[in-house]
């Protein structure tokens, strides 16, 4: 009863609730293209004619500060917040404006909240399991027996998020940046095209910090991946290349050292994390 209390209070839709996925085509250009795209609320516009191209397998930070509309972009990204205007693209292919939540996640769009949603009873193993894509309903991902296919594949995403000897206990024992990855990976048993990740060292230690460069650094090539993250010296050690987002709109992009010398980004800072720019 309470892992189904636990899954319907979490924000992710699971890939197999979802319709099956259909390829994404990446042949003639990126793997996300938002155009133009504007949303307001109450009048107030969070974004503004955004304009936004992520290559396939590339690993890109967007930073800015509070209120820029990182988060907005992410929910629009994955169907929780429709746009009043523009376009959102995954591949070539697919319009996700026209798409709801579990069908975009079906797509292959895998979102990792701040805070981690693991199920805490459950063992790390026992998670990932649950995290897998598969034509099955939840009760039978529980008890079937695995295929040696599945315990591959499960055993493969332990070694990446580095838990293969914490494999057998429960998530709730975990530290805060074990749970963190533990949640990455229940994203990467979906086989997610575009992860989208959000500030996912705030509350680490350093040597998780560098651990999770590692992660992140790791998958990018194999997945798409778009960090948001406010603390800076992280995206300098992870970037390559850098959005800007500022009142909606991208202000800036480029390599870190473009980006945090460039005057406009270094007013916008100015009295709010100027300090984290220049430490990075
Ligand atoms: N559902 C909503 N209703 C009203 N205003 C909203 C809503 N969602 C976001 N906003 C406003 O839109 C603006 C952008 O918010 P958003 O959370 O996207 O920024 P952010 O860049 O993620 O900020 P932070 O770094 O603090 O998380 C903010 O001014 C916020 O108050």
């Given at each position: 009863m309470n892992l189904i209390k636990e899954m319907a209070s979490r924000d992710r839709v699971f890939d197999f609730m979802a319709p099956a996925r259909s390829p994404v085509d990446v042949r003639h250009g990126p793997i996300l293209y938002l155009e133009d795209v504007s949303v307001s609320f109450d009048g107030f516009?969070?974004?503004?004619?955004l304009n936004l191209t992520i290559d396939d397998g590339e690993l890109r930070c967007i930073i800015g500060p509070n209120g820029a509309g990182k988060t907005t972009m992410m929910d629009i990204i994955t169907g929780k917040t429709r746009p009043d205007h523009g376009s959102v693209w995954f591949g070539s292919r697919h319009d996700l404006l026209t798409m709801n939540e579990p069908q975009i996640a079906s797509l292959g769009i895998g979102r990792k909240f701040q805070k981690p949603t693991t199920f805490e009873a459950l063992t790390v193993f026992e998670n990932l399991e649950l995290a897998m894509a598969a034509d099955k309903r939840i009760w039978p991902t529980l008890t079937a027996r695995l295929s040696g296919e599945a315990r591959d594949r499960i055993d493969e995403v332990l070694a990446t998020i580095g838990l293969a000897a914490h494999r057998d206990r429960p998530a709730g024992i975990l530290s805060h940046g074990q749970k963190q990855w533990l949640e990455i990976g229940m994203l990467l048993m979906q086989r997610p095209r575009l992860l989208l990740v959000d500030?996912?060292?705030?509350?680490?230690?350093e040597q998780e910090m560098e651990r999770t460069a590692e992660l992140l650094t790791g998958l990018a090539g194999q997945q798409s991946v778009v960090v948001v993250e406010h603390d800076m010296g992280f995206v300098r050690s992870i970037a390559r290349t850098v959005t800007v987002l500022h009142q909606g709109s991208v202000l800036a992009e480029g390599s870190m050292d473009q980006v945090s010398s460039d005057p406009k980004v270094v007013e916008v800072y100015l009295g709010t994390e100027s300090d984290n720019m220049e430490d990075a």
């Open positions: 516009r969070a974004i503004n004619d500030e996912p060292v705030a509350g680490m230690t």
